[in-house]
């Protein structure tokens, strides 16, 4: 099943900034090689065309998305598709045998009528839903072991989530107060082209998008569900930041007590023990974006407010690493019980 | 007191960038001549060695801090020098007979002791932060007409009062809910040299800064308190974003009854009735900071979210017009008894 | 022929960013009133849908392209269109007893053949070719003087054929050894959406383009021959830079004597007397493109090198300005016998 | 002689890019181990204080600046330091016995005079210029192997030679047409603070600096002339691009012959066999800046021009790796005798 001793690993969508990503990323892992990248829209070319910067890298055509082909050359395929597209196709990649890692966000949400209802696409079906694993890694790392099919989560997700469970698991933060204010960089927008991601457009501007209809509102609103044992309800606003890369999520919530920011590092950093891409930053250093870039890594940082009451929690990613091609591979280490570090070992890009 | 007609106005700080915006919109005042250019650091200097853009616009060399000779050659001094310099050099100038317009925020709070736990210097006496008119054009405009003396308001608080204030006013927004998620561009941080506004430091990266501790801070409760009627404390956090100019200010509060988006549109386009500087924009219209740049204006729109009783405002205006040189400007016209628009009918440039 | 004593305007392709810019600087024009704006694409919406900060400055729904209805309610017609666009249209304006400024590059070539094999397009009909002016101001400002008829220069040879005639007229620089490589912001891409200009694949990149094959530099050489009195052939390179605005030509030249700095900037003072808009600056002072941003200046600055005997020339402008709308006004303003400033007295902004 | 079968590096200068950079690339070197990070400025702090992206990555306080104590920890030194300080430090780390990588630019130019003409340093001794093996990787690697001190070749010059050298060596390009124009991300100006790196000065500005007075002149020339056998004598400009990272030259030159672009790949791509880090891009393909992007790539493409006789050749580099840290590593292996690529293989970084 593997090619000297490698996975063989397929990627869906590797036109895109998330599959382009995969690319870099599994070019220095050990245990995988990339058989097939595959591209809907320019099968046929040579991928550096599209990516100049894959020059003699990765000297691979581009293959169309056959779901045979793919059973025949991998044993895994990441699926960095639009969503929608992978709702019809997972379905036939996991039939065929195939383990896979699903980047688009169409297996996240249980409720297939939730799912309707903010992505505005049919639901896959029920079983597939409730197959999936959803792999935000440092907290339900152990769901991944051993399993086929891996949901990764989406970026401001990852950012947001890890930012705020040990807080509500603690029961430290009041449950109706959280409020969400996000940022990215363009490539969270992805590759295609429209006047949005226009540069004279977006440089030297900064906007607001999605008030409260992101749809990665209800995929938030799941886990902190599942986590506080009762309905969690958010604030959620994104905004476009000029800049390629870099997540920050500032967020905003009462406290249930007086914690001091030494209480909030101490849980965060038990929470978060023996996991080696969160780092709880010291007391009183609030991490910036770039400071995580090209990395796998989620940095926290946290202010306490004794005249308001709240605290205010900061945490960072690059949206294509931990918010997407790196958290997948990530999540297939550990579906394969491999040491979680593998392929990841990016020291940040500074500057 | 007039050269062919006009107001003379003296600018000392004109090598900082709140200085030279109040040099390039001046150019166009009709009823102002600039008759001196004050600089502590680079006096004898022509203007365009450290500005070559005014090359062969104004032929002038830049002169030292001498109040003495500014009451000689001015009417009116803008002060748009660091905290701590014009709380020594007002009272002189006013003692002078000059009018003055400050923009450095020394005598926005009235209560001396607030200044100094906030800005770290001694406070100016008690007589100037009385007699100091709090210039918040659309808000406090009547108050300006005829007097001598105006603190121009902050970058901050100027986009985030103007956000707030009609909701407030109205009883809309539950005064303990307020939290102000505030992003700059970096000429809000000044000219001065430092590692924090190095190129590669700030491109392709997103900061937080100051979390609950920003001397604008003060400068918004007090404000908010006046309207509210009782004391307001409000959560406040700034953030860098790699551009030169604009400000935005995300607010969320809990509303106290079922306010649509329209309410909010219909009443603050009743505020700010006949104030040509706030664009309340439609329904359903987020300002980007890019709209309002170059220009005196401050767009505001609203997200109203029924899953959660909170309205979401957001403001934004050039920090260095709206938020510092275009507001001075717009508050000599309202001392003066002048059309507001005076010397501000900048279109904002778009890209 | 006028509305309260004022030339009426209409701006085809106001939705483009010269048109936007057309917009912009005419709002302070004072002896012309738009009364028209135009778009193919976007007729019948208000012009704030596609550019909100003109929200509350123009309210005005776009036209559709008709030349009677043009002829009817304006006197001038700037046409901002894509090139092929124009060749079609600019006669039917003409025939209408229309003014026109085209900016769309059709007619600056006065060889037919010449056009269509830089252009792909056919060429317009030699009588308008031969009819056009083409108005480089501070070169060819007195053949404006009654026209109908001018064709707006391009950003490149704005920039360029400034910085070089006066040299060439002067016989300084040899003909044969003229390289230009020069640099542009993306808004000279234009406001149409591709891959080339997604702010993820622009930002943190610098590429170059069209090498020897951009079709601006037939125009650069029909005028650079006309100057020399013999054919000029010139090597250009055109580059993208990460910014919105600005153009810097960098161009090299072998000299025909030991000219100094000094020298250059002498013959360039003579040459550009009385022309408010060329700045040449002191020995020594090399223009960076931000110094004329958001205005009609191009700044020149020179350095010589007796190792090489070739003198380097460097000349900057904003594109969107003096490369496109600035300057197309000021062709209106020598047509119509008006001092050349009007409409463009805008101080550069800085930062 | 070294940590668990490695080499023991130190790096002087850690708190510069260049430095911090090393950090990044040795960190997956598989035969180096960092042993000392040394700052002269910052020597005792944790080096995550100032650059926090490297928490929990190397945990290490800086050293200071003590020959004695680094030949008692490592084997190799990199000399990250500005021109200057390693023309007194070298001396005594070679004769302490330790290898030397300098990075520095103090011991390029083998005439001292031309070094005080250039830097205004007073040169070091002749001994260690004659020492010193200039290490320009892909062309010179053989004198590499086994020495102990080389000087690692400029960002400016790396991808320049790179770019001209295989055309001069096979006499297809006239000595003294060669005319370089060159283009830097702002890190090539280090992290010293200083209003000319302000990022509002720098943002949306393009500039051009020290033209026929870059220090790298001497350089370049020096190895053009060694080449080409006679002295080379060429026209020079930088320009500095608001982008972090990135160095394009682009290069004109006058042909000897009918030279056509498929000859200068296939030229190029024989000179350049066996070299893994340079690209020799396919016929009408131009490289940009990010497309070697925190890689140790230089990429070249060719136009050439029949109707001028010249050829355009665009040469592009990351200056902090190629240009600096990632040669450094590059001429350490071949020092060792080790594979070239050994702690190299980063694929860009797109987007």
């Not at 044993?75 to 598709?81: I, R, S």
């Not at 086929?148 to 109706?176: E, M, R, V």
């Not at 999605?210 to 986590?227: F, M, R, S, V």
Request: glycine residues 10%.
């Amino acid at each position: 099943m593997t090619v000297e001793g490698k996975l063989r690993a397929a990627i869906v969508g590797s036109t895109g900034y998330g599959g382009v990503e995969l690319i870099r990323l599994l070019q220095s892992h050990p245990k995988v090689e990339i058989t097939s990248v595959i591209s809907s829209s320019s099968a046929g070319d040579a991928i550096e065309e599209g990516f100049p910067h894959l020059t003699g890298i990765i000297d691979r055509k581009l293959d169309g998305v056959d779901p045979a082909q793919m059973a025949d050359r991998a044993d895994v395929v990441f699926t960095a598709t639009p969503s929608g597209v992978s709702a019809k196709l997972v379905p036939q990649l996991l039939e065929a045998g195939l383990k896979v890692v699903d980047l688009s966000g169409d297996f996240r949400l249980k409720d297939g009528a939730e799912y309707e209802h903010w992505y505005k696409h049919p639901a896959p079906a029920d079983e597939y839903l409730e197959q999936a694993v959803y792999g935000l890694c440092e907290v339900f790392g152990e769901r991944a072991a051993g399993v086929d099919f891996i949901s990764n989560p989406g970026c401001y997700p990852t950012a947001t989530l890890l930012g705020l469970i040990p807080a509500i698991q603690a029961g430290w933060i009041k449950h109706d107060s959280i409020i969400i204010d996000a940022k990215s960089g363009v490539t969270g927008a992805g590759r295609g082209t429209s006047l949005m991601v226009h540069y004279a457009e977006i440089n030297e501007n900064f906007k607001a998008y999605k008030i409260n209809k992101h749809q990665h509102i209800p995929e938030i609103e799941q886990t902190l569900t599942e986590i506080a044992g009762e309905k969690v309800t958010v604030t959620f606003t994104t905004h476009l930041v000029p800049m390629n890369r870099g997540i920050m999520s500032t967020m905003y919530a009462g406290m249930t007590g007086n914690h001091t920011e030494q209480d909030f590092v101490d849980l965060y950093r038990e929470y978060y023990a023996g996991r080696p891409y969160v780092r709880v930053r010291d007391v009183g250093v609030i991490p910036a974006t770039k400071e995580v870039s090209g990395s796998n890594y989620c940095d926290i940082g946290f202010a306490t407010d004794a005249r308001t009451g709240r605290v205010t929690i900061v945490s960072v990613i690059d949206n294509v690493v931990k918010g997407a091609a790196g958290q997948a591979i990530q999540n297939l280490n550990l579906m394969m019980g491999w040491e979680e570090t593998l392929g990841l070992g990016y020291t940040p890009v500074y500057p």
